[in-house]
T-cell receptor, first 111, second 112 residues
Framework: QKEVEQNSGPLSVPEGAIASLNCTYS??????FFWYRQYSGKSPELIMF????GDKEDGRFTAQLNKASQYVSLLIRDSQPSDSATYLC???????????FGKGTHLIIQP | SQTIHQWPATLVQPVGSPLSLECTVE??????LYWYRQAAGRGLQLLFY??????ISSEVPQNLSASRPQDRQFILSSKKLLLSDSGFYLC???????????FGPGTRLTVT
């Protein structure tokens, strides 16, 4: 049974600070890792994906992967109130059944 | 660019009634297609996936079924809805297995 664990939150971060979201996964054979943002009542939107150990940066977002620790994180720099949402971590083993999602972390950016 | 459509956006149906939700993808060919359900306050549950026309795999035994009559069309159906079928139904596509998935706008279903 593949599992993806996230702290449900809410995680409250002041505007302008760095928000750090974490995720662990159970399947050591996982190959691809994704972060989605979901606003209340809306569908998930892909933010980042990472395949290799280390950091991957895209604008204010940085994804970090540590396969040895089975750990993925998302950093959001200069947090804005518009970043307030639920962030879903997803993992793939490469199979046709697609991604296994965590239940998400609710992030609140306080003005 | 690729676009994914779902309809209807919202639906209220009585228990025991049938269901048909439709999903179409534009701008790509032979995508992998997926149906998920997200119940209130819960995670995404994969219901069905398809790697090609007429090829459907089910992840969870239930009273729902899926079909893929055309390359870029994916349909979720039920003959008789249960109260527990209420939720946010999301269709997604990907280029291939293991790649990122892109979600449609979703259908919010309430069974009364």
């Amino acid at each position: 049974q593949k599992e993806v664990e996230q702290n449900s939150g809410p995680l409250s971060v002041p505007e302008g600070a760095i928000a750090s979201l974490n995720c662990t996964y159970s399947d050591r054979g996982s190959q691809s890792f994704f972060w989605y943002r979901q606003y209340s009542g809306k569908s998930p939107e892909l933010i980042m994906f990472i395949y290799s150990n280390g950091d991957k940066e895209d604008g204010r977002f940085t994804a970090q992967l540590n396969k040895a620790s089975q750990y993925v994180s998302l950093l959001i720099r200069d947090s804005q109130p518009s970043d307030s949402a639920t962030y879903l971590c997803a993992v793939s083993g490469g199979g046709a059944d697609g991604l296994t999602f965590g239940k998400g972390t609710h992030l609140i950016i306080q003005p | 660019s690729q676009t994914i459509h779902q309809w209807p956006a919202t639906l209220v149906q009585p228990v025991g009634s049938p269901l048909s939700l439709e999903c179409t993808v534009e701008g790509t060919s032979n995508p992998n297609l997926y149906w998920y359900r997200q119940a209130a306050g819960r995670g995404l549950q994969l219901l069905f996936y398809s790697v090609g026309i007429g090829q459907i795999s089910s992840e969870v035994p239930q009273n729902l079924s899926a079909s893929r009559p055309q390359d870029r069309q994916f349909i979720l159906s039920s003959k008789k809805l249960l109260l527990s079928d209420s939720g946010f139904y999301l269709c997604a596509w990907s280029y291939n297995s293991g790649y990122e998935q892109y979600f449609g706008p979703g259908t919010r279903l309430t069974v009364t």
